[in-house]
């Protein structure tokens, strides 16, 4: 049985508003951890300090395959929509101004993703 190579065609969709939405997405969530472990309940924090951290991480990682306009690249939106959507849901516990920020920065790439990913499968 040969294994059949499926050729990816580049999508050709403008990617760089979202791309930057995702970048900037993830800084926010970086400086949020960050301003996190200054708290003095870090422990209290904790959750707030992985989910910023891991959706920094899936926020970079997206912005980097839709550079490359990578085979996988929309199917990842789902992904970073979802993360983006609980690390913003955890900063909204919190009443600091640097989680309020970070929830309202993952609200807002989330619904970038939801809407790019919408356009893209309703084209």
Known sequence: MKNKLVAHHHSGHDHSALIQEMVHCALVCEM?????????????????IELDR??????????????????????????CEEMCRLCADECNKHE????KTCAEACQKCAEACHSHLESIYTA
């Not at 949020?32 to 707030?48: G, N, Q, V, Y």
């Not at 920094?56 to 992904?79: K, N």
């Not at 600091?96 to 989680?99: G, V």
């Open 96 to 99: 600091m101004n640097h989680c």
């Open 32 to 48: 949020c951890a960050s301003a996190c472990l200054d708290e003095k309940d870090i422990a209290m924090m904790a959750r707030c």
């Open 54 to 79: 891991d959706c920094a991480d899936i926020c970079f990682q997206g912005a980097r395959l839709l550079q490359r306009d990578a085979e996988i690249a929309h199917h990842f939106l789902s992904v």
